[in-house]
C-alpha cells in the first residue's frame, strides 16, 4: 500500500510516517520504485503510536523497539508524572472556566479578565494585599501581573507552589515589609539605597532562612535555567524600571546564586 493509504489505515498523517522513518522507528520499504508497505510496517505503526500516546518520548519508544528486554521502569514512572501534571493542569483550567461562567451567569462583570497564576499564589496575593500600604499597592500590582507571564515558563509554577508550601506568618510579615522596602527605592539615592540592601537583606534572610527556603536541587534543576530563559531578566527591567529597584533584585539574585551554587560544591565535596 502507499504512505497515504497507510496513514489512512492507521489514524496517522504521511507527514508523520516521514517523521518516524527519520526517528529510526518504522523501516523504510526496500521495494524498488514507489514505496510499498506492508502489514509489518502497519503492526509496526501501531506499536509506535500506541506506545508514545501512552506518554512515552520517541527516543524511549525507539529503545523498547529495538530493545524490548530493556527496563522500563524510570520511563514509565517520567511518562505517568507527565500525565498526573497534564490532568492536574486540565482540572486547574475546568476550575477556572466554571469561575468564568459562575461570573457570567451571575452578571459581575467587574473582573471580566482575573489573574491567571496557580491557587497557592493567588491566595499569597490575597494575604500580603490587604497588609500592604495605598503607596505599596502599584508595585504589588506591577508584580501580580508580571508573575502572569512568568509561571508560563517550563517549572516556574511548580517552583513558586512548591516555595509557598507550609509559608509561615512569620514569611508573610517579612514578604510585606519587602513589598514596602521595595518601594521606598525611588525615593532613595542611589547611595542611600544601595547603604540599606546589605541590612534588609540580612534581616529578611534571618526570616526566611540562610538559604531563603530555597531547595538547592530546585535551584539546580530549576531556578538557574529559569533565569537564564531569554527574556527573563527582561521582563524584570519592563516591570520594575527604576535603576534602584533593578539593582536591589541584581543584588539578590547574586546572593542566592552565592549561596546555592556554594551548596552544590558542598553536596558535590561530600559525595
Do not use: C
Amino acid at each position: 500500500m502507499k504512505i497515504k493509504d497507510l496513514a489512512d489505515l492507521v489514524g496517522t498523517t504521511p507527514r508523520a510516517i516521514r517523521h518516524y522513518h527519520h526517528e529510526g522507528l518504522l523501516p523504510v520499504p526496500t521495494n524498488p520504485g514507489v514505496r510499498d508497505y506492508s502489514l509489518d510496517h502497519a503492526v509496526r505503526l501501531v506499536r509506535i503510536r500506541h506506545l508514545s500516546e501512552s506518554g512515552l518520548s520517541l527516543g524511549t519508544v525507539r529503545e523498547l523497539l529495538h530493545n524490548p528486554d530493556m527496563s522500563l521502569d524510570e520511563e514509565l514512572a517520567a511518562a505517568e508524572a507527565g500525565i498526573d501534571a497534564q490532568i492536574e493542569e486540565l482540572e486547574r483550567r475546568r476550575g477556572r472556566l466554571r469561575e468564568l461562567r459562575r461570573q457570567h451567569e451571575a452578571g459581575d462583570t467587574s473582573d471580566p479578565l482575573p489573574y491567571s497564576v496557580p491557587e497557592r499564589l493567588s491566595r499569597f496575593y490575597d494575604q500580603v494585599g490587604p497588609r500592604l500600604s495605598a503607596e505599596a499597592r502599584p508595585s504589588f500590582e506591577i508584580e501580580r501581573r508580571a508573575m502572569e507571564v512568568a509561571v508560563r515558563i517550563p517549572f516556574a509554577a511548580a517552583l513558586i507552589d512548591d516555595w509557598l508550601t507550609g509559608f509561615t506568618p512569620e514569611r508573610l510579615e517579612a514578604t510585606v515589609d519587602i513589598y514596602h522596602f521595595f518601594d521606598s527605592l525611588p525615593g532613595m539615592s542611589k547611595e542611600d539605597a544601595e547603604a540599606r540592601f546589605s541590612t534588609e537583606l540580612a534581616r529578611y534572610r534571618a526570616v526566611f532562612g540562610p538559604d531563603w527556603g530555597v531547595n538547592h536541587r530546585a535551584w539546580r534543576q530549576t531556578i538557574r535555567p529559569i533565569l537564564r530563559t531569554p527574556g527573563v531578566m527582561t521582563l524584570l527591567s519592563k516591570a520594575y524600571p527604576h535603576p534602584n529597584q533593578q539593582r536591589f533584585i541584581e543584588i539578590f539574585l547574586e546572593e542566592i546564586a552565592e549561596l546555592m551554587e556554594g551548596g552544590v560544591s558542598r553536596e558535590t565535596s561530600s559525595h
